[in-house]
């Protein structure tokens, strides 16, 4: 059933990511929900998804205390390239829009020795996307299990990064 043209489905997924962007760096776990339509057979697939996360300078101990959010909404391309039965290797690629928004908190500046308020931000970033990832669609399942893989993730202008390894379940109409 999933490798018919058109089936629609839905992308539920989780990430444990690392976002770096000009004034925020940090660790955490997007949640995200998407719409896909596919095409070719199944090889190809389309989806559109928002995915949101708070992010915490955990385990980064150069950087002042960050305490923020990221929404992203990105159109996405998924083609496999390696399909055996129910089991396919693919090639991920996108654009969107993140909106990155928080505080970073005080702390002492080493090199002029006095203290940093804190201050708040909220930054736009456009970004492109690219990574890779494995599939396992179980032959008359209304479910296909994602992985996708490092290195893979956004980038764009602003010194934005967002790398990260993403799990996610479709749901077929």
């Known amino acids: 059933m999933w490798r018919v043209r058109g089936v629609k489905s839905v992308k539920l997924f989780t990430s444990i990511a690392y976002h770096e962007g000009q004034r925020e760096i940090g ?20 989806n559109s998804s928002i995915q949101a996360a708070s992010f915490r300078n ?9 305490y923020y959010r990221v929404t992203t909404l990105g159109i996405y391309a998924d083609f496999d390239f390696f399909r055996y039965r129910s089991f396919s290797i693919f090639l991920s690629a996108g654009t969107g829009l993140s909106y990155s928004r928080g ?20 930054k736009w970033y456009p970004l492109m996307y690219a990574g890779y990832g494995l599939r396992i669609v179980p032959r008359k399942s209304r479910y296909a299990i994602e ?3 490092p290195p893979g993730g956004h980038v764009g202008q602003n010194s934005f990064q967002f790398h990260l390894i993403r799990i996610g379940v479709d749901f077929r109409f």
């Open 27 to 46: 660790v955490g776990i997007p949640l995200g929900i998407g719409f896909q339509t596919q095409y070719f057979r199944g090889r190809l697939r389309v």
């Open 58 to 66: 955990f385990a980064i101990t150069d950087v002042p205390d960050n």
């Open 103 to 122: 505080m970073i908190a005080s702390w002492w500046d080493i090199d002029s020795g006095s203290p940093i308020s804190e201050r708040t931000f909220n």
């Open 147 to 149: 992985v996708l893989l």
